[in-house]
């Protein structure tokens, strides 16, 4: 079965940087559209960007210019590299991904989450 599995996550003082990995695997379909969502206490699940299979990105504007979303297709991996960060980043880090023949038979996966807490 698909599975996606993100990981990097961890605990980075204010203005510091991480990068974290979602890799798919248990699929040989395609692998479309992958995106970043975070969830903070007590928020709801929110959208950081998203990336399409041939590389067009779109960023919540909380995160433009701070955070930069990129994938390896040949690895099936999508990357979120997050810079200046601060406490307001604090949250679960989720990632998904559309998966398929096609995009319009694709479903979506989610992974498990990795926790990213900004604190000094």
């Known amino acids: 079965q698909v599975q996606l599995v993100e990981s990097g996550g961890g605990l980075v003082q204010p203005g510091g940087s991480l990068r974290l990995s979602c890799a798919a695997s248990?699929?040989?379909?395609?692998?479309?559209?992958m995106a970043w969502y975070r969830q903070a206490p007590g928020k709801e699940r929110e959208l950081v960007g998203s990336?399409?299979?041939?590389?067009?990105?779109f960023y919540a504007d909380s995160v433009k210019g701070r955070f930069a979303i990129s994938r390896d297709n040949g690895k099936n991996t999508v990357y979120l590299q997050m810079n200046s960060l601060q406490g307001e980043d604090t949250a679960v880090y989720y990632c998904?991904?559309?998966?398929?023949?096609?995009?319009?038979?694709?479903?979506?996966?989610w992974g498990k989450g990795t926790r990213v807490t900004v604190s000094s």
């Open positions: 248990g699929s040989a379909a395609n692998i479309y559209t």
């Open positions: 990336i399409t299979r041939i590389g067009s990105t």
């Open positions: 998904n991904g559309d998966i398929g023949v096609s995009p319009l038979r694709a479903m979506t996966y």
